[in-house]
């Protein structure tokens, strides 16, 4: 029997959407405010997926105190009140659209789970934009 285990957590960050192969007036027409020169900023939050079986001696698919843990330690501590273009490695040549974030954070986490587990990430750039890696 498998069950999900279902965390939220949250940050704050700026970006730009921005190719830097591309002209600025390119840009502005692509990105159009996502792509104004001085950044801006937005509420970020995730949701983490976890699936697995439930573990007999515990009751327990996943310790959420240690998976709060994981979550801070590779995406609130990463990605916490930073400039996504300027201050991160994983986003100094890569667009940090939602699409790449969530792709990003997903692999920070799966890097970090055991196997035995199914994770999803979804990311809520704004209450109504969401990106969700995988797809089933
Ligand atoms: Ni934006």
């Excluded at 940050?11 to 990105?31: G, M, T, Y």
């Excluded at 692999?107 to 797809?135: C, G, M, Q, S, W």
Aim: net charge negative; glycine share 6%.
């Amino acid at each position: 029997m498998r069950v999900a285990v279902i965390r939220h957590a949250h940050f704050n960050a700026a970006h730009r959407l921005f190719n830097p192969a591309w002209s600025d007036e390119k840009n502005r027409q692509v990105f159009g405010k996502c792509s104004n020169p001085n950044y801006h900023g937005h509420n970020y939050n995730l949701e983490v997926r976890v699936t697995g079986p439930i573990d007999r001696d515990t009751g327990y698919v996943i310790d959420i105190g240690m998976l709060a843990g994981l979550i801070r330690t590779e995406v609130e501590d990463r990605f916490d009140h930073k400039n996504l273009n300027l201050d991160t490695e994983e986003f100094k040549h890569l667009i940090p659209s939602g699409e790449n974030i969530v792709v990003v954070i997903y692999n920070l986490l799966r890097a970090k789970l055991d196997h035995k587990y199914d994770l999803k990430v979804r990311l809520y750039e704004t209450e109504r934009n969401i990106f969700e890696y995988p797809v089933d």
